[in-house]
């Protein structure tokens, strides 16, 4: 593997640092995008029922709103219910959107690295086949082993940008893919919760 990433030229060496970039990126998002982290199951239920026997002091919204993304936007509902449904949405939103700014995080940088890590490929391809032809200009054709060394440069710099790019492509579109359907839950569970407190309809919340 040293030898390859030898062999490939210096272009390597931020392929190379991309690719562990990338690897940090997507271990550290399957960790952190459990839908259970972010929104448990039952949370909402819980909550309800302490609203409803009045045991839902500070300390216990204070747990709340630290043990989940979730319970950051159910307390931020609840603190505001008294004051009518429309500020209890838009705190709720308010919230919901710093949550949706945490979740993705490093997301971004994991896109860049899917974009530039074939560009660097195919720079590091050019250079290699310049070097090709300029040895074929100042030699001509009959060093074999030079011109294969130019072009197996071209080749590995190609090869490695794309391994590093397809997957790191891959991972980003699954984690916003992921994003969005904790997103989904979240909202679907904030409405129970505003109709709950402010509809005219009974709502299940179980």
Not at 50 to 72: K, V, Y
Not at 86 to 110: G, T, W, Y
Not at 139 to 166: C, D, H, M, R
Request: charged content about 15%.
């Amino acid at each position: 593997m040293f030898e390859i990433v030898l062999a490939g030229g210096w272009l390597m060496l931020p392929i190379v640092a991309c690719s562990i970039v990338a690897l940090a990126i997507c271990g550290n998002r399957l960790m952190v995008l459990r839908p259970q982290l972010i929104a448990p199951t039952g949370l909402l239920a819980e909550v309800w029922e302490l609203t409803r026997s009045g045991q839902l002091s500070p300390e216990r919204l204070g747990a709340i709103r630290e043990s989940s993304p979730l319970g950051r936007v159910i307390v931020a509902g609840l603190n505001n219910s008294r004051h009518g449904r429309d500020i209890m949405k838009e705190s709720i939103q308010e919230e919901a959107s710093h949550v949706i700014h945490h979740l993705e995080r490093f997301l971004n940088p994991l896109g860049t690295i899917a974009a530039i890590t074939p560009l660097l490929g195919l720079l590091g391809t050019v250079i290699g086949m310049i070097k090709v032809f300029m040895e074929i200009m100042l030699q001509g054709t009959g060093n074999a082993s030079i011109l294969a060394g130019g072009i197996s440069e071209a080749l590995i710099t190609t090869a490695a940008g794309l391994a590093v790019a397809i997957p790191a492509l891959v991972m980003h579109r699954y984690f916003q893919r992921r994003i969005d359907t904790l997103v989904l839950t979240m909202e679907q569970e904030s409405i129970k919760l505003v109709e709950a407190i402010h509809g005219d309809r009974e709502v299940d919340i179980h």
